[in-house]
């Protein structure tokens, strides 16, 4: 076992157990701070809280007598601490907090903390800035208000003085539109770290922001935590749940780490997506859980309209030491990719309860600069997946995701709408207790998947086996037990894919030119 320093604060360190485990660790070690016991963890990612700022420590960790490490290291300087309390903050859970929040913070020196501690605060927005430390104490809760008119609106598009451009604020679902800012909202700011073992909370239920939650109103619902054109943001420790819409949404930003979050959603939410970066650049999700009513985490570029002005796509990520359970899809890539996602990669995880694991969702009219290439699963277990991979290039939730133009399964010619899909790695993964299929493939035909590579896989199927829908698109019907289903792929790999219980073929292979086996 090999015990690593991931990030440390002023009061705060994250450490992590490298010893074989996903997410949880192989065994339960005992942390010891300068030599004294700190506590128990089963958690290969785990935070240290209660540390002092400019003080050195050293990390060790034992179990069965055995010490690993130690891990050395400085806690960061810190010139002040700014408690809400002291600007005028209750958290009682009935005043509005959010001006004095927003004071805090404004007021906040670099170096500095804003601290909020333990109480309920009830907020709308709250805007985050350059250089700032959010601290979330231990039974602190952000809790948020429900009524429209408490939030301001981003707008979409604002046109510039000369007529030439404009400047995005508001987005929904890939396209600039007006949407309620977020309960925590960034824009245009850098060096920000939001910690602590506190929460925030969207207080969303089907009686307010769920309720018709198709239809705009006065704007687009909000997100919970939403970044747009930032840099350098950290979140960490914290607990975030019953968001409005997607829960953490960063937009056209860079060098982020989500790390030992909990984003904890009702299965039965509405469009309520984990952790959804769009046209992002180098992300890190790292010891993360995520439960939610949608996708738990979504890599997204934008519809075609916004990929054609910025062709920004969502590139350099890795998501490692996960739990996902009980939402739609593991991981998902789209719908709104029509900038392409590169160079992502997933290893070390489990996924539970979810219908699908790996999930890609594109169509006919995403763009030409939407390409899908290396992307990677590697290191994953699954148990009660629906269906352990569905890549589909037919998904029809768009206004016009049902017409001839996207369904039809006959090629058309290849034109500035068509996207593609390159290469695909599944390695080293073992999916149990399957109900749908192992896999569901389909490329189109006009543009088929170039490479797509299964190594070291085991799938497994229920007993009881349930019925059900592997793709949304025209022409899946509803089955159980398939095996690899595949369509429209240049080169399929298969290297020791064992498939066992399965009815019928265990691969179902349709306008594949190349089929490598070991």
Not at 112 to 130: A, M, N, Q, T, W
Not at 189 to 205: A, F, L, R, W, Y
Not at 416 to 428: A, M
Request: charged share 25%.
């Amino acid at each position: 076992m090999e015990l690593k320093l991931v990030i440390k604060t002023g009061r705060s360190a994250v450490v992590e157990f490298d010893d074989g485990g996903k997410y949880y660790s192989k065994e339960e070690y005992t942390l010891l701070i300068n030599g004294e016991e700190y506590g128990k963890t089963e958690k290969v990612v785990t935070t240290i809280y209660g540390l002092k700022p400019d003080t050195e420590y050293k990390i060790t960790a034992v179990y069965a007598g055995k010490e690993y490490g130690p891990v050395e290291f400085k806690t960061d300087y810190e010139y002040v601490t700014l408690n809400v309390r002291e600007f005028g903050a209750y958290g009682d859970g009935e005043h509005d907090d959010t001006n004095a929040i927003q004071c805090a913070i404004m007021a906040a020196p670099k170096d500095s903390r804003v601290l909020v501690p333990e109480g309920v605060y009830k907020i709308s927005s709250i805007f985050l800035k350059d250089n700032l430390n959010l601290e979330l104490a231990k039974g602190a809760v952000l809790s948020a208000f429900t009524e429209r008119n408490k939030f301001p609106i981003l707008p979409g598009q604002i046109e510039t003085y000369d007529e030439k451009d404009y400047y995005n604020l508001g987005t929904w679902e890939g396209n600039p539109l007006d949407m309620f800012s977020a309960i925590v909202c960034g824009i245009n700011c850098s060096n920000v770290t939001i910690t602590g073992e506190g929460t925030i909370d969207g207080c969303t239920t089907h009686d307010n922001w769920w309720k018709n939650c198709k239809i705009r109103n006065t704007a687009w619902r909000p997100r919970l935590f939403f970044i747009n054109n930032c840099s350098n943001v950290t979140m960490h420790g914290i607990t975030v749940q019953n968001s409005p819409s997607w829960t953490i949404h960063p937009y056209f930003s860079k060098h982020l780490k989500f790390i030992d979050v909990k984003i904890l959603n009702p299965a039965n939410s509405h469009n309520t997506d984990g952790l959804d970066p769009e046209s992002c650049q180098d992300v890190l999700v790292l010891g993360t859980y995520i439960s939610v009513g949608d996708d738990c985490i979504a890599i997204k570029s934008g519809k075609i309209y916004m990929a054609q002005k910025e062709k920004t796509p969502t590139e350099d990520m890795t998501v490692r030491q996960c739990c996902m359970r009980d939402g739609h899809g593991a991981v998902t890539v789209g719908s709104e990719i029509a900038a392409g996602v590169k160079d992502v990669h997933i290893r070390d995880c489990m996924f539970m309860n979810t219908d699908r694991g790996l999930r890609v969702k594109t169509r006919r009219g995403r763009g030409k600069l939407s390409v899908l290439d290396d992307i990677s699963f590697e290191n994953i277990d699954m148990d009660n997946v629906m269906t352990p991979f569905v890549v589909n290039s037919f998904y029809f939730c768009d206004p016009d995701g049902k017409t001839e133009y996207v369904g039809t399964k006959k090629a058309l010619p290849v034109d500035d709408r068509t996207p593609s899909i390159k290469s695909l790695t599944f390695k080293d993964i073992n999916a149990k207790n399957c109900h749908v299929a192992g896999a569901y493939i389909f490329g189109l035909p006009e543009s088929k998947v170039e490479k797509l590579t299964f190594e070291n896989i085991n799938f497994s199927y229920a007993k009881d086996a349930k019925p059900g829908v592997a793709a949304m698109m025209l022409g899946c019907d509803e089955a159980s037990r398939q095996g690899l289903i595949v369509s429209n792929v240049e080169k399929l790999i298969l290297k020791n894919v064992n498939i066992e219980g399965c009815d019928g073929e265990a691969i179902v292979a349709d306008n594949v030119d190349k089929i490598e086996r070991d």
